[in-house]
Structures are given as C-alpha cells and as structure tokens.
C-alpha cells in the first residue's frame, strides 16, 4: 500500500455539445475560474498549471504551451511552471499521476490541470480525418482506410468473438450511459436511448451502428491537485489519489497482441495493490469509453462484475442508475460527447464530482471509493487510478 | 494528394525495402540477423535486441485473420469510393501482426480465424499488400 500524497479539491467544467460561438480559450478560463473558486482558491494559489494537448487547433494549442492560461486568469509572477501534458486520451489519468509526483517530490504544491477543445465544431469529415491520424500509423494504416470507428470495431470483433458478448449487450452500455446523461445538464445528448434503436440505427463499421459511435463535442474541465496533508484544510470535500496503474500495449492497434483484454488486468492489479483496497470495494466505476466495447473489456480486467461477463452485467441494468455499479455517471463519451482528450478529464471530473457529493441528481449514496480509467490514442495504453472520499 | 487524397505510404529510409518488394508483387518481412526474429512492422534498429543489422525474408504471405471489421459509411477522405471495404488485422504465420484490406470473394463476410493469403493492389502507383481469403474459406 502507497502513502497517499495528493488530493482533489476543486473541479470546474462548462457544459459539452456543439457551441460555435465559445472560443476555446473561452471555455478553458471559464473551466478553470469555476475550479479555482470551487477550491475556495485564489489564482495566486496555483503553482502549476499543466494544460492538455488541443487538436482542433494549433493556435489555441500553442497559447496552451506558452501560458496565456497563466496570464489570463492572474497567475503571473506566482504560477512557477506552465507545462503541457499530453497522451492522448490517457492524459486524465496520466497528468493525474504526474500531478501527484510533482506533489510527492515537493516540487509543486497546488496543480490546476485543464482540458479545452472544440473538435465538434469542425466539419464533419476534418473530424473525421483528424480522428483518423491519432494512434494511426501513416505508412502502414491510413493506406487501407483505417480510422477510429474502425479501431472500436476491430476491438468489439475480437471481443464479442472470445467472450460471447452478443450486439444486444454490447447496445446496452450505449443505453446505460444515455441513462446517466439523462441526469447531467452538461451532457450533449440527454433523450432516451433504448436497445432497439441502437440496432436499427445504420451499420457502419460492423459491428458497430451509428449509435453505437461517439459524436464529437465542444468542452472543457478543469481540476485542481494539492498536497494530501494540505486538502482537508483547502476544502471540506477533498478527493484522495489511493493508487495508480497503468501499461502500454501498442501504437498502432494492428500491433496489439491481446485486443480483447489491452492492459487493464495488469494495470488494475497494480492500481489495487498500492491503493490496499479491490475490487469488491469500488462503488463507482468511472470508465473511459468512446467505443461500448471499451467499457466491457476494462470492467473485464478491473474484476468489477462479480465473476460475470461484463456485456452480461451491464445488460442486467448493473451499471445504469439504480444498478449495483453505477458506471460513468456523466454518460460518458457516447452521451457526454466526446472532446477528444476531454473525453477522459469529464470521465474523471465526474468521478471527483461524485466522490465530493456534488453531483445533483445522479449522486451516488453513500459513496466512499471509486475507480477511474483511461486510454489514449487507439487503447494504446490502459490506465486505472483508485480514488476515495477517505483513507 | 492525388487519387482523391487517398493517403499512401511514404516509405521511410528503412522501410523502403518493403514497398520495393511489394511494386514486384513480392512480399516480405523484415527480420534481425543479429536475433533472427522477424520485425513487423519494420524498425530502424530491432525491437528485440536493439540490433540494426536487419534485412528481408521472403514471406508466404499467409496468415489468419485476427480482427475484421466491413466499413460502410463515415469513412476518411479518400475512400468513399471505396465503400464498403474491408479492414482486417491479419496474424501471419510467422507470428508478426499487420493492418491489411481483404478483397475479392466472400471479403464482406470474412470472420476472425479465416485464413487469408496475400495478394497486391495498384493504389495509383504505390502497390499495397492485401489479402484475399483462402478458397476454402470462401467455400464454406
Ligand atoms: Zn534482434
């Protein structure tokens, strides 16, 4: 079991969907404004500020590097530090853990983390073509018409294939995290969603449908990381880092030797091991999704289904609102949007939401520990973090 | 870009040797000489032993499929002229791994564990390995 340095204890986040008229930069001071006042911090406060990597554009991404954050939300002459953190969609996992290390080696004291993009606002087929370069390799993928939805489809071939999982469960974790989103005012698509529309919808990459693909949003989330023995002072609602696990298993997704299982057994193992606390003790599973099989294979890995299968468990209503594992409460990237690396900061936003209470009214009871997770690029990497409301 | 944007491979210094062989409809893998493993796809130094004495090994070309998925709709610039067409993830028996199309007969409805055999495309003066499934598999 790890020492636990480091804590939650501010997020802020402005609502996902299609919103031409909000800069980028926009939404990232309003993202980070509204986490600064929820720490009950003044800007002065922040000593690092990492901003994520932006791909709608690189004008607003190279302001991120050279930190108009810092200048724009009063941070000059006392942030030390403006350093981008960028693995994809990993990267909520990933900064989190590099957050806490800066923290540990007393080489940062307060870190305010914020992701801005505004991918659904570009043309169609540029999302699509971007989407269709990240994790994709030039020379040997792109030739042959690869490109996300083809990357989630390969994944759910292969794991409907060695599990069983039938198109059925696989439709229902599209409709368990429409369920949630129903409840979140910031989600992006918040109408019903029912199994059977999900299989009418128009195959588009067998076999997957168009609903069961992702849509690209607008958004940001912000985040504010303090030292452990610091937080309970900061805040009333602080948010533990118990323990974080993780393991790359490609660049390109042809090159996975295991695409049914990716890393999540071993990054899992690990994450549990530093936290002292397993799986029978997570009560919120936030899990990066984008792709329905994503979510299926990391419940697989994680030993969160009670010795089911994962596509069974879910289909059972386990994971939607009432369910025994609530899962990504925010609806996640198939109904909260999906921001490109945003996807996984709302994914874990949400989590610190819950663990702080604040999560109006899909707030989970009684909530002590959850996990969160992410994955960047095409699943390269598998990444697992317990966090707790107590330790 | 020409051929409506489709992308093509800009072989890197140590990949050429590939698409060399592919332009004469031969296929082959790379392999290390130092650890005698063959290298998919192919690396500057080794990935195994970090070795940069690699070369080429004629390959059969025949391997299984381990991932498919039939793209219908959405597709990136350059290939909607193409649709519907088929990416697959082939595992060749020499046990490295690849992205590939599958193409001619029953390719709609190629499964995981078919068995497939490389063939080559004209891609508008780059010629690409694909695969074409096994008569057997076709058959069934
Ligand atoms: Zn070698």
Redesign the pocket.
């Known amino acids: 079991m790890q020492k636990v340095r480091a804590a939650a204890v501010g997020i802020g986040e402005v609502p996902s969907g299609r919103f031409p008229e909000r800069s980028e930069i926009e939404a990232a001071i309003l993202a980070c404004r509204d986490a600064i006042l929820d720490a009950g911090m003044a800007p002065t406060d922040i000593d690092v500020v990492m901003p994520v990597g932006a791909l709608a554009s690189r004008h607003f991404n190279v302001d991120l590097v050279f930190s108009r954050l810092c200048e724009e939300l009063g941070m000059l002459r006392s942030a030390k530090m403006n350093v981008q953190v960028m693995s994809g969609g990993a990267t909520s996992s990933s900064m989190l853990a590099i957050a806490e290390g800066l923290i540990a080696g007393g080489l940062a004291r307060n870190v305010l983390c914020i992701h801005s993009d505004a991918v659904g606002s570009l043309p169609k087929q540029a999302g699509i073509d971007l989407f269709s370069t990240t994790g994709v390799s030039e020379e040997w993928e792109a030739p042959y018409g690869h490109n996300m939805n083809a990357v989630g489809a390969l994944a759910a071939n292969r794991y409907m294939h060695e599990t069983g999982t039938t198109e059925e469960e696989l439709a229902s974790v599209c409709v368990a995290l429409r369920q949630w989103a129903q409840l979140n005012p910031h989600a992006m698509f918040r109408t019903p969603l029912t199994i059977e529309e999900v299989l009418a919808s128009k195959m588009v990459a067998t076999p997957l449908r168009a609903k069961h693909c992702n849509m690209l949003a607008d958004g940001a989330a912000a985040f504010i990381v303090a030292r452990a023995e610091d937080a309970p002072h900061i805040t009333k609602t602080p948010v533990y880092v118990r323990g974080h696990g993780s393991l790359v298993t490609h660049y390109t997704v042809s090159q996975d030797t295991n695409l049914a299982r990716l890393g999540f057994e071993e990054a899992g193992a690990e994450a549990y091991a530093k936290a002292g606390i397993g799986p029978e003790h997570m009560q919120l599973a936030q899990i990066y999704d984008a792709y329905p099989v994503w979510p299926l294979i990391t419940l697989d890995g994680l030993k969160l289904c009670r010795g089911e299968r994962a596509g069974a468990f879910v289909a059972a209503g386990e994971t939607s609102p009432g369910g025994s594992l609530p899962m990504t409460t925010n609806g996640g990237m198939l109904s909260q949007g999906h921001t490109a690396v945003g996807g996984g900061i709302a994914v874990l936003v949400e989590a610190f939401r819950q663990l702080m209470g604040k999560a109006g009214e899909r707030q989970v009871a009684n909530l002590v520990n959850a996990v969160e997770t992410a994955s960047g690029g095409t699943w390269m990497d598998s990444h697992v973090t317990i966090l707790s409301k107590e330790y | 870009m020409t051929n409506s944007s489709r992308p093509l491979p800009q072989p890197s210094r140590w990949s050429a040797g590939y698409w060399e062989a592919a332009a004469e409809r031969r296929f082959v893998v790379q392999e ?1 000489r ?4 063959p290298i998919m796809y192919p690396k500057r130094v ?1 990935p ?4 940069d004495d690699l070369g080429w090994r004629a390959s059969p070309g025949k391997g299984e499929i381990y991932a498919v998925t039939a793209q219908l709709a959405g597709p990136p610039t350059g290939f909607a002229d193409r649709l519907p067409y088929v990416v697959a993830i082939i595992r060749l028996d020499e046990g490295v791994q690849l992205m590939s199309n599958i193409v001619g007969d029953g390719a709609l409805e190629a499964r995981i564990g078919d068995r497939v055999s490389v063939g080559f495309e004209d891609a508008g003066g780059t010629v690409l390995p694909v695969f074409r499934l096994d008569e057997s598999e076709v058959a069934r």
Request: charged share 20%; net charge neutral.
């Open positions: 290390c130092s650890c005698d493993r080794c195994h032993c970090l070795g």
